[in-house]
């Protein structure tokens, strides 16, 4: 930083506006040096323009993801004029309810680190099952650079995580043994490192930014994993080179965004608390106790992921939370299903040719045994992973990935700069993919296009994207409406 008495240095003022910008205190700044009566010195002007630094803020509205939806918070970025931030901020809606309060010291006790914590309780639905979570996040921070551009930052977290059952009766048998189990909870501890040079964090049009990072779940807790997490975007102008004709040559953009995660879970089976009784069955039988069922797919499920839709795990043209690996729908054995025995849905208990016990599909319509399927004489197997081993997809779960890949370009073009009103192109490309299958399987890659509009409201940016998936499953839509409102994703 700039310090008075020192030797001027426009490289250090440079860096001390970018400084100043950051804060995000003042709608616009200016250093400027300027003669003095003295031949060896010189004065530094300094010209802000303050911003608000509180808001308070309530709506109601309609999300394509959460339904209806009603919002509030209040913040404040400057707390007692010591830089101080806390925020408080709920969303309830059809879909999914988030409470979060934070509180920010870019100084923590005087010194040149900032103390980062939060509180949290969501109730998350995905395609298949409710998710409820707990939990505060504490993370201490320093800036690496005299322009503040990069970051590196040491955090812990505690959260408790409990699994639901949206409806039915049924499910695969990952989501099963969650189901039937308690709550688990997950101690972490993290490292992240991470830069910005975009020139604008709404809508950047030049710069770059990137993030890594690395968390080990096992400190107590249930979950045990180690996680590594990467992402990077890079912004550009529609270069000169481009024909005079092409559209909005002089004011439109590219970007291309990157993100990958893989975790490898520590957790194997016997781990799982899902208080079923042993049941007898050949090692090959399409009827076996859970235990013995997707063993080598052992992160828990609320640390998996699950791909589609706007936000952190982005692939526009499908549901939110609903590409990834998916599994074959189960019941239990049992007159009342409340047997030790799971077999795919569409199947009934039979004795195989060696006199084992097993399960043959009888998928019919006024089957009065009641195979709880869709009645269309196709059923799955026990053993179906990949997604053209399934022969009816309308009986499967998604059960996310432990690790995934997501790819998004963008062509940003205004359509009106009164208005704050800016077109967008994008496609979209990635999967999540299960302990079993590998991240470089670019033929279960799924890709997504369309278009949507990104307006500057009063409100905050909204964006509006209508998406078609390019190889869409059966059981998916040909379209997707999606919209949010808030900042960036990245």
């Excluded at 639905?125 to 504490?138: A, L, M, R």
């Excluded at 990467?230 to 270069?239: A, N, V």
Aim: proline share 3%.
């Amino acid at each position: 930083p700039t310090v008075e008495g020192e030797l001027y240095s426009a490289r250090e003022l440079r860096a001390s506006n970018s400084r100043i910008r950051g804060l995000g205190y003042f709608e616009d700044i200016s250093l400027d040096a300027k003669l003095t009566d003295f031949e060896d010195q010189l004065d530094v002007e300094v010209r802000v323009i303050e911003r608000p630094t509180g808001s308070l803020s309530f709506g109601a509205g309609f999300s394509s993801q959460d339904k209806f939806v009603v919002s509030g918070s209040v913040s404040q970025s400057n707390l007692f004029g010591r830089g101080y931030g806390l925020s408080l901020s709920a969303d309830v809606g059809g879909r999914s309810n988030r409470f979060f309060l934070s509180f920010t010291d870019p100084y923590f006790l005087g010194s040149t680190f900032g103390l980062s914590t939060s509180i949290f309780s969501t109730d998350l639905q995905f395609e298949d099952f409710e998710q409820e979570q707990t939990g505060f996040d504490v993370s201490l921070s320093h800036f690496l650079d005299a322009e503040h551009r990069t970051r590196g930052s040491v955090r812990y977290s505690f959260s408790s995580r409990d699994i639901l059952q949206r409806g039915g009766i049924n499910a695969a048998g990952v989501i099963f043994r969650e189901l039937l189990g308690g709550a688990e909870t997950t101690s972490l501890v993290g490292l992240t490192v991470q830069r910005d040079t975009r020139n604008d964090r709404v809508s950047p049009s030049a710069g770059s930014a990137w993030g890594l990072s690395a968390d080990l779940a096992g400190l107590g807790g249930f979950s045990q994993f180690v996680r590594l997490e990467g992402r990077s975007s890079w912004y550009w102008k529609t270069p000169d080179w481009f024909p005079g004709w092409f559209p909005f040559r002089e004011t439109s953009s590219f970007s291309l965004g990157l993100r990958a995660g893989w975790a490898v879970p520590f957790n194997d089976i016997a781990d799982f608390d899902f208080d079923t009784a042993d049941f007898e069955s050949p090692a090959g039988s399409e009827v076996q106790a859970l235990g013995n069922i997707d063993e080598d797919v052992t992160l828990p499920l609320t640390e998996r992921y699950f791909l589609g839709g706007i936000g952190t795990f982005q692939l526009r043209g499908y549901k939110a939370r609903s590409v990834g690996p998916r599994r074959a729908l189960l019941k239990r054995t049992g007159i009342f299903g409340t047997g030790d025995g799971f077999l795919p849905v569409g199947r009934q208990l039979a004795a195989g040719s060696d006199g084992s016990l097993t399960a043959v599909c009888n998928d019919v319509p006024l089957n009065f045994l009641s195979n709880e399927g869709d009645e269309d004489g196709e059923c799955n197997s026990l053993f179906d992973e990949d997604i053209d081993d399934f022969d009816d997809l309308d009986e499967t779960d998604v059960i996310g990935g432990n690790k995934f890949f997501s790819a998004s370009t963008e062509y940003r073009f205004p359509i009106s700069e009164s208005l704050g009103l800016v077109g967008i192109l994008f496609l979209d490309m990635g999967n999540a993919f299960d302990e079993t299958q590998s991240i470089l399987s670019f033929d279960d890659w799924r890709f997504g296009t369309g278009f949507g509009v990104q307006w500057f409201s009063p409100f905050g940016p909204l964006q509006a994207f209508i998406g078609f998936p390019i190889n869409k499953l059966e059981v998916e839509d040909s379209q997707v409406f999606e919209f949010s409102v808030g900042g960036a994703t990245f």
